[in-house]
């Protein structure tokens, strides 16, 4: 049976609605799948609906953006740890109110943003910008706006490096990952630690070395995460073999994600069979909340 739980629909950072995303995983013959878009599930309910009518199977998914809160571990402090969550409520109020609040939070440090270039001479409005895929604007998106606002190398260096200024205080407003695993767990969810060899700065990619993973697994076992995304499109067979060997040294689930987004890069689903996640998505299937 081929599966793939991390995919991501335009109500994060995805290029297609979740009709046109859960049809395209249909044509590959994917039986089970998870809209796991970023601090959001938006798109979930119409998801599981649409999955049901296509006869096949949609869990509950989440994609949290996290920080790391242990002083005591080698894992950096300034980027994002993603946390995948299966099987959730989404209808619980503290999942709900936290993502409220933290888009809410996150609005307002971009609209900060903007009025401070435009106190700098910067005439520019929120709905100005556009977003480069999906409906959440990021910092990326101001400053490909700026880019294609001067000529003047200057001024580009100077609002830029505004822009960048607001990056920690966004980041501050990611969940740390001790509350991040409670969240998940309060609404019935399944934690698991997404792409652990990639991590993020904004939309920058920060290669993650194989002693700062183990130190954040271990962490995160102690949490109670309960699985690793062991197989992910684009980890090498080195990465993912090591993964494969930690999850099952430690009874953890083994999922795999395309990570799929739609765009030329992330453009493949896992549409093929992979032995070692036979019993994850079995179980997944059978504990489904939303059958």
């Not at 859960?22 to 878009?37: H, L, P, R």
């Not at 822009?163 to 740390?176: I, M």
């Amino acid at each position: 049976m081929f599966a793939d739980m991390h995919l991501h629909t335009k109500h994060s950072d995805g290029k297609f609605n979740v009709n046109d995303t859960v049809k395209i995983a249909k044509e590959k013959n994917i039986k089970v799948i998870s809209i796991t878009d970023h601090d959001c599930i938006d798109g979930v309910e119409q998801a599981i609906n649409i999955s049901r009518n296509l006869d096949m199977t949609c869990i509950s998914g989440l994609e949290l953006s996290c920080r790391n809160d242990n002083e005591k571990i080698l894992f950096p402090k300034d980027i994002s740890i993603h946390i995948l969550a299966y099987n959730l409520d989404y209808e619980k109020e503290e999942i709900q109110k936290y993502l409220k609040k933290y888009h809410f939070d996150r609005k307002q440090i971009l609209f900060d943003l903007i009025t401070d270039l435009s106190s700098q001479g910067f005439d520019v409005k929120y709905e100005d910008i556009s977003v480069i895929a999906g409906c959440q604007m990021r910092i990326q998106d101001i400053i490909n706006h700026i880019n294609s606002s001067f000529e003047s190398k200057v001024k580009k260096n100077k609002y830029i490096q505004m822009a960048n200024s607001y990056y920690t205080k966004l980041f501050e407003r990611d969940c740390v990952l001790s509350e991040a695993i409670k969240i998940i767990k309060k609404a019935g969810g399944i934690p698991v630690l997404a792409h652990a060899f990639f991590s993020y700065k904004d939309y920058d990619v920060i290669t993650n070395s194989k002693d700062d993973v183990l130190a954040l697994i271990n962490y995160l076992y102690e949490l109670g995460v309960e699985g690793i995304e062991v197989f992910y499109s684009r980890f090498n067979k080195a990465q993912t073999e090591w993964l494969l060997e930690i999850a099952q040294k430690n009874c953890l689930m083994i999922t795999a994600g395309s990570d799929f987004h739609g765009s030329p890069l992330r453009k493949g689903m896992m549409d093929y069979e992979i032995e070692q996640i036979k019993d994850t998505t079995k179980t997944l299937v059978s504990i489904n909340r939303y059958k």
